[in-house]
């Protein structure tokens, strides 16, 4: 599932020390330490035609990096993108990551958009 392999892709960028991370699907918990991560689906390129549905799938992940300090936001996306990247997962970022200010909470962020291919 698309889901465990981001997950268990991003899982030590942000660990806790004690077997737990700070990446979640859609949102984190409120009072989440930071910096963490979040990732959801928003679509991908189809693979059915009319000879049927692909045994490969694609996902559009979006992945998103949370934290108090610019800093901190940039040098955990670094590491998201190497992680996504490399051999294993094999992502392609979607464009370059764009930097968030959410002003109810004044954390920063950034958003990037990678295409993955896996099988299901």
């Given at each position: 599932m698309i889901d465990d392999l981001v997950f268990g892709a991003l899982r030590t960028l942000v660990a806790n020390g004690d077997g737990t991370s700070r990446v979640f699907p859609d949102i984190a918990p409120q009072n989440t330490a930071r910096p963490y991560i979040t990732?959801?689906?928003?679509?991908?390129?189809?693979?059915?035609?009319l000879d049927g549905v692909d045994a490969t799938r694609n996902s559009r992940m979006q992945i998103n990096v949370w934290a108090d300090r610019r800093k901190d936001v940039s040098v955990t996306m670094e590491a998201v993108i190497g992680a996504l990247c490399g051999d294993t997962i094999g992502a392609v970022p979607l464009g370059e990551p764009v930097s968030l200010f959410e002003e109810d909470t004044k954390l920063r962020g950034s958003t990037l958009d990678f295409s993955i291919w896996y099988r299901p």
């Open positions: 990732y959801q689906s928003v679509g991908g390129r189809p693979t059915a035609t």
